[in-house]
């Protein structure tokens, strides 16, 4: 059994390729139903403060892969596709941030905790739950979406085959996707939803995204 440091440090490691994306889910649902768990009861001790400095490092480098493809990204406009699923990414980033705000809070003033939680399910219900993923998961998964075809497939063709741009897509919807999933994996832990459910669809779907981006990057020039 890997001791938390090696399960950080996969973590950390498996971010940094899209190839991976998949890999990451298993160990971070560890990490974050831990840390929400902990919150939850308002434990503070070496064990929690060392997760939430874990999650901290995980939080940091996902943000730093969101920048190095911003920079590029930012570059290149696509209007319709971002009038299309700006808003799904909108919202999973709030629902992230409530997420973090609720364990910030929680570890300053444990006494409020069930105030907290119930604000962070506010947050997350307000900016439509679950199905901010699930559209984008339809997105990359089905024909039927927004313009009738993939999303990774009007991306392909939008930026003519692009390698390095196709992988910054990959990545940033890898980020998006990572994000949204924390802050899912902490509504189930607050709500006390059936968490194997939710491991088991989310860990089937993951992995079907992973195949689809390494599908797309093939075509690649």
Same mark, same amino acid.
């Given at each position: 059994?890997?001791?938390?440091?090696?399960?950080?440090?996969?973590?950390? &490691?498996?971010? @940094?390729?899209?190839?991976s994306?998949?890999?990451?889910?298993?160990?971070?649902?560890?990490?974050v139903?831990?840390l929400?768990?902990?919150?939850? %009861?308002?434990?503070?001790?070496?064990?929690?403060? %060392?997760? &939430?400095?874990?999650?901290q490092?995980?939080?940091?480098?996902?943000? *730093?892969?969101?920048?190095?493809?911003?920079q590029?990204?930012?570059?290149?406009?696509?209007?319709?596709?971002?009038?299309?699923?700006?808003?799904?990414?909108k919202?999973?980033?709030?629902? /992230?941030q409530?997420?973090?705000?609720?364990?910030e809070n929680?570890r300053g &003033?444990p006494?409020?905790?069930?105030? /907290?939680?119930?604000?962070?399910? !506010?947050?997350?219900?307000? !900016? &439509?739950?679950?199905?901010?993923?699930?559209?984008y /998961?339809?997105?990359?998964? @089905?024909?039927?979406g927004a313009?009738?075809?993939?999303?990774?497939?009007? /991306?392909?063709?939008?930026?003519?085959?692009? #390698?390095?741009?196709?992988?910054?897509? *990959?990545?940033?919807?890898?980020?998006i996707?990572?994000?949204?999933?924390?802050?899912?994996?902490?509504y189930?832990?607050?709500?006390?939803?059936?968490?194997?459910?939710?491991?088991?669809?989310?860990?089937? #779907?993951?992995?079907?995204?992973?195949? #689809?981006?390494?599908?797309?990057l093939k075509? *690649?020039?």
């Open positions: 059994m890997a001791d938390k440091g090696q399960i950080k440090q996969t973590v950390l &490691d498996l971010l @940094e390729s899209v190839s994306f998949a890999a990451t889910f298993n160990p971070l649902f560890g990490i139903t831990k929400v768990g902990a919150a939850k %009861k308002g434990v503070v001790d070496d064990d929690t403060i %060392k997760l &939430d400095k874990d999650f490092q995980i939080h940091e480098k996902l943000e *730093c892969i969101s920048e190095q493809n911003k590029l990204l930012d570059q290149i406009h696509t209007d319709e596709i971002n009038k299309n699923y700006g808003n799904l990414e919202n999973i980033k709030h629902q /992230y409530g997420f973090k705000n609720m364990v929680i &003033d006494e409020k905790s069930e105030l /907290y939680r119930e604000d962070f399910k !506010n947050i997350y219900r307000e !900016n &439509d739950g679950h199905q901010n993923l699930n559209r /998961y339809d997105a990359i998964m @089905e024909d039927e313009f009738g075809k993939l999303l990774l497939k009007i /991306y392909l063709e939008h930026y003519k085959k692009n #390698k390095k741009i196709m992988e910054a897509k *990959c990545s940033h919807l890898a980020y996707f990572h994000i949204g999933l924390i802050a899912l994996m902490a189930y832990v607050v709500t006390e939803d059936d968490e194997d459910e939710f491991r088991e669809e989310w860990g089937q #779907k993951v992995f079907n995204i992973q195949t #689809k981006m390494q599908e797309v075509e *690649c020039n």
